[in-house]
């Protein structure tokens, strides 16, 4: 049901709790969603997509067995790549990062909670013959995977090797004779595992392999291989190929293995943009890839980044209004029982989770603007803001995917018993967003690569260098004395630089202590890991902060008052918040006294209360249509218990007064009595 | 496989591993289980219960869909049942929660990742019909329950409440005309929902509802109801009853719903321990059972805090074993890929989990003996210790199942993508523990009871009146100086203390400051409780650490030295992990310096590194059998990648080439090339 439909019936809590609110929550959507024509456009595109209820499944999908999950999601996809192909074609731009593409994954979201078969074949497959082939490699390539002749994925993690790509075992080696590449496998690690869409779907996959030509070992490159009959569908000769099985999350895609034995492919199946094998056997590097192919990670880390901020939105949204629903204790006795959005703790678990999606999600935008003026520059040959671009992509992915799981889950069990239903919609978007804090990049793996940077930016800083923006801050790291504490919002920003500031300064210190002391680069690195993944912690949270801050300054410019205030309510809790969670990195690393603790707790008391009336009207301002949140407990007309009734009605477990399991199992146990 | 399999080949990193860890791991064995004889108990009842390969299913349960794996679920609980009630007979003293409770507990798991629907009869149904009935009325229903002609559970939550037990909405009203009792319910929301195995496994069910005779409405009180006929299993007229649907875990029991439609039940059918209802609709009240029934509750506690011990032992043993055995990057180029055990980062992940689940395990059974002790003290009658292990036991289940649920996420996300497959075993894990912050009382509700337990405790202590053990440090809330730091295990210790009392003591100044503003007491109370429960955890985290190191300095003072070493090293790092978590509450409440933080922080780092060698060893010494663990990843012969891939060929979805989905769905979609 819309929020448009006027012959709604509203729960009388939610029908209050709309009129208290006292600024107009479509003008924070139009913020949110960077102006009223994205809001309009947004809105057309999921009237077109969601309307006709083709997302509806006949059974729930968690009724359903692992191979009921995935055939089921391939019947939809079909449907929902008609109506993109179809309905949503006359609509320009849906492969830009803006609006529409935001607006799509909503609705893909209506269609598939956590991701859909052929996924990887439009996110990695196609962006990947974009970047790797040559132009007539591409000519040839193209047009079959956009018209859907082939479906591909991409295949690089290995069983027993992820991150260290240079680890990776798969060989693939030219045979001039007849002009080919022989891939194998040579042990159980080096089979492919993970690649989405390679279990059942795909035919063709992008396979990252060891070249090998001339007896020499070239490093890794990649190779489009065939790994499906086009007709048969059937594995060709020389591919094993599978399903991994039943994930935590992510149970709708099919991620697949693949292992190889000693199968031939045609050697203008090397992705040949950067490095080309002639039919001879030489090597020949093309270009330099390196810096440039940051771009694709730097692109899918910042679309995780917005995704960790919509999944943290969903919840926020589900736990918000069941919370001004749900009613619980009477803490007078002459009184019905209150909401449980009444209590002091429910609002601290809650309003966090808002102000943070925000922030993620103001975040993300103000990455892919750092992204596309990169890219312009990159353009003209500069390449200086590359590597702060990288670690901060690399950081905020990682940030955002631990804070905004770990604030999920902080909404589910604010939910209590309900929350735990999967009929609540909140325990896929768990199992979703802590994926992501693994894939693209492990969180620690992440952090040490920001710290990384944080370490040259600040021995850059002790030379008194110039410094990139976000690391500025680093300047003032070495006057002798701690930072003055502001308890104003500009102020806790400047805390928390000098938070990550002295952070960053004690790791070096250790990293040098320990090299005085005779240890290796490495293993003085190795041994301050712990006090770096902080430090990087510290760099993000402090660069998070104040991104989210400008921006909102920026974005309610010329704004309503009232939409102002609560912007304003919502970042200072933010800061708040983290000032309070980290009062001891704040009482080590500015003046900060006891008695502005005390204070901050009790300012931050009272944002809960001032925020409170305006909490419904925040989550309804991310404007997430009942299809799309997939939730009994979060619709915007408020009818829990009726969903929760309805949804249990129609599990097949109910469709049967009697289940054979009883006759069956039971009844035959109970007749023997004492056994 | 068991680990006394001489045959087994073991990868050679657990070898190594094995090789060099230099205690004896029974020797640890037989502490954690509280002596040789309980180990070898415990290794009896796994024999029988495990050995004949009773507990395998033919595909994984995480194949089925949500009504297989209730029908599976059944099957198999009927042949534990039978082992329980015939091969394991022999073997007294099952009911106690003493070594053979917890075995029964253990293999248990290896036929049930979660749940049995017939849990709840056992561990309810029988349990409240011996609290509650009358003598007369147990030999009716016991002798019928313990044979198993029967089947029950006990329905307490309802749709719209849960906590709050006085707002319950089903009614019994007592009819003197028929002398029975007509159970009713008004709502939608009066429907109960959750009980274990009510869905379609019982065919009776204690209900508590709201007892009406005369006019008068005397609260809650609990019947026996018949749901479903003795012969045909179909539901008796007038009640609705159903599976709730699926849940983030739990899925192997069927929870379910009950609604009442003027349903009429003998007179008899209350359970008349403490209160009838004569023929004539006379209320009696028999006994008061306030303090009585805080028995049960705390018993359910301490079992709750001995599970989140258990699971979180297992979470440990799969991470470490798979950190042992997977291989991650080169730091230096001529060596092989580097054990990711070897990493401070992932030490300092895994090595807090093992301190924590001997931490749980430790104080689980200090609980039971004060809950044993309180048992018999108040068959003579003195109930003062009551409120203190009320108190305890609240805040200890809480912190117990938040810490464990946080740590095998920690564990799991250790293990990279291969955590993130259900084969792991893990996920499991944390779907059961994170259901226990819920369940048996929400973790803030909990917290809550706890701090007012402390609140009145700190008003005795300020009143120079006598204080019970675990709160006694309160009397030195009042010198008006800080803690003086001490750095050593028992230093902590009384800082931790020392934290616990500001807290408090910052509580109550709130609370009195906002009386003095004019508040009334319930409010002052409720704008102080995201303090109060800061207040609680810092208590019960006080205990859990004294507790911890108390029990390990007793139980290990004949020890061999290295056991000896190994585990004062252990709580040493539970101890050192959680002063630096809590950096600010000690520069606040104690001496500590910045300086001595930075030496903190080093000796942390120190103690990791020393722990190491023998981190394989410390998780072996959970002596948890495969069948137990269920994990790919944590095997004690370490066949990593060999049982992922076997497990994956397992799959159904493996067993046809080609998914039937290609050709109903995709190959039309493809064939209409652009549509």
Redesign the interface.
């Known amino acids: 049901m819309s929020q448009t439909d006027s012959k709604m019936e509203v729960n009388p809590d939610l029908v209050r709790e709309r009129a208290k609110c006292n600024f107009n929550t479509l003008e924070l959507t139009h913020i949110i969603d960077g102006g009223e024509e994205n809001t309009l456009q947004r809105k057309k595109i999921e009237n077109i997509a969601l309307n006709s209820g083709a997302w509806k499944d006949t059974v ?1 999908e ?7 999950k ?2 089921n999601s ?2 939809k ?2 449907i929902y ?2 109506i993109m ?2 309905e949503l074609a006359e609509l320009s731009g849906l492969e830009e990062f803006g609006a529409n593409f935001l607006a799509v994954r909503r609705t893909g979201n209506a269609f598939f909670k956590e991701v859909t078969p052929v996924f990887q074949h439009f996110g990695q497959f196609i962006p990947t013959i974009l970047g790797q082939c040559t132009p007539e490699q591409q000519s040839y390539w193209l047009p079959r995977a956009l ?3 082939i ?1 591909g994925t991409y295949a690089q ?1 290995e ?6 790509i ?2 990776l075992e798969t060989t693939a080696t030219y045979d001039p004779e007849t002009e080919e590449f022989v891939l194998h496998s040579p042990t ?2 080096s ?1 492919k ?2 690649a989405g869409g390679l ?3 795909v035919n063709y996959c992008i396979v990252i392999a060891q070249l090998y030509t001339k007896g020499e070992c070239h490093g890794t490159h990649l190779f489009i291989v065939q790994v ?1 009959d086009e007709e ?4 060709l000769p020389g591919i094993k190929v ?8 992510y149970n709708t895609g ?1 991620n697949g ?1 693949l292992g190889f034995d000693k199968h031939r492919i045609p050697r203008e199946h090397l992705m040949m943009k950067h490095a080309q094998v002639l039919k001879d056997g030489t090597y020949v590097k093309v270009a330099r890839h390196g810096k440039l192919s940051y771009g694709t990670m730097v692109f899918i880390r910042v679309v995780l980044v917005s995704d960790a901020a919509f999944y943290l939105s969903k919840a926020c949204t589900i736990a918000v209004r069941y919370s001004a629903i ?7 006795p002459d009184e019905i ?1 209150a909401q449980i959005l009444d ?3 429910q609002q ?1 678990k809650l309003f966090i989770a808002i102000a943070t999606a925000h922030a993620l999600q103001f975040c993300s935008k103000w990455l892919w603007q750092s992204y596309t003026a990169l890219l312009a520059q990159m353009k003209g040959g500069n390449t200086d803001s590359l590597p702060e671009l990288h670690a901060l992509s690399s950081g905020m992915k990682a940030i955002s995917a631990s804070d905004s799981a770990q604030l999920i ?1 902080q909404c589910r ?1 604010a939910c ?2 309900h ?5 609540s919609g909140i ?1 896929h978007l768990y199992t979703y967003v ?2 992501t ?3 693209e990049g ?3 793996v992440l952090m ?1 690569q920001t710290a990384r940077f944080l370490v040259k930016a600040y021995k850059q800083a002790e030379a008194s260098q110039p410094l990139t923006p976000t690391v500025s801050y680093l300047a003032h790291a070495f006057s002798g004395s701690k930072a003055t504490w502001d308890s104003r919002p500009d102020g806790i920003i400047r805390s928390f630089q000098a938070v990550a500031a002295g952070k960053i300064a ?1 790791s070096v210190r250790n990293i040098r202590k320990r090299l005085q002391a005779g240890l290796s680069e ?1 293993d003085a690195w ?2 301050s ?3 770096l ?1 902080a430090a990087a912690e510290a760099h993000c949270r402090a660069v998070i902060a104040d991104t989210y801050r400008k921006e909102i300054v920026r974005l309610t410019a010329n704004s309503s008052p009232n939409v102002k205030v609560v912007m304003d309510q919502l970042t200072t809790l933010y800061l708040y918040y983290w000032a309070l969670e ?7 690393y500015t003046s900060v006294s ?1 008695m502005d ?2 204070d901050l ?1 009790e300012a931050y ?1 009272e944002l809960l209360q001032k925020i409170r009336p305006n909490a419904v009207g925040l989550v309804d301002a991310f404007d997430l249509r009942d299809e799309i949140l997939h939730s009994t407990l979060g619709s915007y007309d408020g009818r829990v ?2 969903r ?2 309805e ?8 469709k049967e ?14 007749l023997k ?3």
């Open positions: 729930g968690e009724h359903m067995s692992h191979k009921e995935y055939e391939v019947r996809s079909v790549g008609s192909k179809n018209d859907m002749n479906l993690t069983l027993g090797h992820g991150t260290f240079r680890g159980l690690s089979y595992w993970w279990g059942k779907t499906r048969t569908h059937m594995p599978g399903e991994i099985g039943p994930k935590m999350g099919d293995f749900r009613r619980q204790s009477k803490p007078r029982e209590y002091a703790t601290h889950e069990l209590g018993g929350g735990y239903m999967m009929a325990p802590t994926a804090r693994t894939f492990d969180y620690t040490l004690a490495i190795e041994l890991t712990i006090q993944v980290k009062t001891g990195d704040l009482l080590i006891e603790l005390v707790q008391e218990y009726e929760l009734m949804e249990a009605l129609k599990s097949p477990m109910n007064p009697v289940n054979e399991a009883h006759f069956k199992y039971i009844k035959p146990f109970m009595g004492k056994l």
